[in-house]
């Protein structure tokens, strides 16, 4: 995603960020693939390494914009979690239930309250609030509408011409998009072409189609997903800063959001004049869906040490494992990889989601059904990882909390710690995030007479406060180096822990909780229920 390779290397200045940590990067020539962001100095794990304000050049894809502030990017659900702590605008003045507020002009955009709806307006909003008024109530898709922000805010001098600059040097793969060969019905360039004439007549700019088809083309390959702090895709975000961040199939830095606020931690020590590094993929897929996703998306075969190995490695193991590749064939491995990722789509089809949970578990168990007999598939291995993340959701939403639980400690114990091995993952902080979530609502429903969670309980003899404890306790030791103290989702785990701490002040542990001693003697439990938890359900569902 980075700028053109340069005839420039070493270091060739700093990046100007907002905050503190400006001095921490500079630009230099990245080994094989131009341009890169390398470390000023050495990093601890868990660091910040930059911290940008993405609110301008941010948009929101289009079903997001009635549940989703226009300006700081709070859902309802944070609003109602955390006030108006943070001072950025979360619900700012309301009280009770939040309500959204529709911008009165164009009735489309939403904010949260008074502050954001003053910022929102002063930096683009009221430029862009005429067009989206004649459209109504049709929305532009989300990379006409940046694009659009982009050239209004350049008309109106309220975007720097170093910032254009920085956009256009950005890389834009338009003869790339020309080329693509694309399955039937998909045609990229078309598309390009036709956002570009969107943002030209809307815009009213004077600057050439050809130019705007290659500022489409740099959205396309240069923009992040805007986030959640729990990683809930919102929408777009363009950062010509953040586009200098090269691919590596092991990367050492992490991207995450606050808000509007964009920030790079590091996911383990970096020494200084290292090149820093992000994931523009999925990086736990198997090495030949990485690099067909690296190729058919960003148009690079990617030479990380990964994916260099012999054979190629995911997550630093081989790929595929010994005792898999020893019990199945390539082409084995590859038609029942192929088969559950079919049973997935087909559970995520609109008319199965019409139907509810009862219709989307059936392809999911069956997909799951396909691995069980092959005791050599690692439950890490994707698409198996990504299926039980998904079936964990449709039990949830089905309330079958006993299974949903166990699958959860399965990803906990058995999954989590080889995709994502760093104790400040963000993913993995989130992870055990919902799990508390998970452990919480299965102690309410236990109480409230769940004649399974209440077996469950009896079975292993479970001390759900001692569970909570120390999940809370591994979250809060992680998310300052995962997220920042300062985030939203920091200020969400703080706020979980102090409730949690007043309810335990008096339970047999006191205010300080338990001990060490306590929580191994509880994970040792839970480490069964995960090895042995769905076998016994299945049991005791079948003798009901």
């Known amino acids: 995603m980075n700028p053109a390779t340069s005839s420039t290397s070493g270091k060739v200045g700093v990046l100007s960020t907002s905050g503190p940590n400006n001095d921490h990067t500079y630009i230099g020539q990245a080994e094989a693939a131009g341009n890169g962001l390398f ?26 914009l009635g549940v989703v502030c226009e300006w700081c990017f709070v859902t309802v659900e944070e609003v109602e979690a955390l006030g108006n702590e943070d001072g950025e605008g979360s619900g700012e003045g309301s009280e009770g239930k939040v309500k959204l507020r529709k911008c009165g002009g164009c009735g489309i955009v939403r904010v949260c309250g008074e502050a954001c709806q003053k910022a929102s307006w002063k930096h ?22 940046l694009l659009l922000r982009l050239l209004l805010l350049r008309q109106n001098n309220v975007l720097p011409q170093s910032d254009w600059e920085g956009f256009l040097n950005l890389q834009h793969h338009l003869e790339d998009f020309k080329a693509q060969k694309e399955p039937q019905g998909h045609n990229t360039w ?39 702090p729990t990683y809930t895709p919102l929408g777009l975000s363009l950062s010509p800063t953040a586009a200098l961040l090269n691919h590596s199939c092991t990367p050492n830095t992490c991207i995450s959001f606050s808000g509007p606020t964009l920030s790079v931690r590091t996911l383990r020590p970096i020494p200084k004049d290292t090149e820093l590094t992000i994931s523009y993929i999925d990086i736990t897929n198997p090495a030949s869906t990485r690099r067909a996703d690296l190729l058919s998306r960003y ?87 990504a299926l039980r993340a998904e079936l964990v959701l449709v039990l949830l939403a089905a309330q079958h909390w006993v ?50 969670v209440q077996a469950l309980e009896q079975k292993w003899g479970l001390e759900w406060g001692v ?19 300062e985030s939203r989702f920091a200020a969400e785990v703080r706020r979980e822990g102090e409730r949690f701490r007043v309810d335990a002040r008096g339970g047999p542990y006191g205010e300080k909780g338990p001990g060490r001693r306590d929580v191994e003697r509880e994970w040792g439990k839970l480490r069964k229920v995960a090895d042995e938890g769905l076998a016994w359900w299945e049991a005791r569902q079948k003798s009901a």
């Open 299 to 385: 148009f690079f075969r990617c030479t990380c040490p990964a994916c260099s190995a012999t054979p190629p490695q995911t997550l630093g193991r081989a790929d595929p494992p010994p005792a898999l590749a020893a019990a199945l064939s390539p082409t084995q491995i590859d038609g029942l990889e192929t088969r559950a990722r079919i049973l997935i789509q087909e559970s995520l089809d609109p008319a199965v989601l019409a139907q509810g949970p009862p219709a989307r578990l059936k392809p999911l168990q069956e997909a799951l059904a396909l691995f069980q007999p092959h005791k050599t598939y690692p439950p890490y291995r994707q698409p198996l990882a």
């Open 39 to 64: 470390a000023a100095r050495a990093f601890g794990a868990g660091e910040l390494v930059l911290k940008l304000n993405a609110d301008v050049t941010s948009v929101l894809d289009s079903p997001r």
């Open 467 to 485: 569970v909570v404890w120390g999940l809370l306790q591994e979250v809060e030791g992680s998310v300052g180096g995962s997220h920042g103290a």
């Open 190 to 228: 078309e598309n390009i072409q036709l956002m570009a004439r969107a943002a030209k007549e809307y815009s009213g700019t004077k600057e050439d189609i050809g130019k705007l088809e290659g500022m489409v083309g740099r959205i396309l390959i240069n923009s992040l997903t805007l986030v959640t």
């Open 124 to 145: 683009h909003h009221k430029h862009e609030c005429k067009i989206f008024k004649r459209l109504y109530p049709k929305v532009l898709p989300n990379t006409v509408r």
């Open 403 to 452: 299974p949903a639980l166990v699958h959860s400690l399965l990803t906990y114990f058995h999954i989590d710690p080889l995709l994502f091995p760093e104790v400040v993952h963000p993913v993995r902080v989130v992870h055990k995030w919902v799990l508390l979530k998970l452990v919480l609502q299965v102690v309410a429903v236990g109480q409230e007479g769940d004649a399974g």
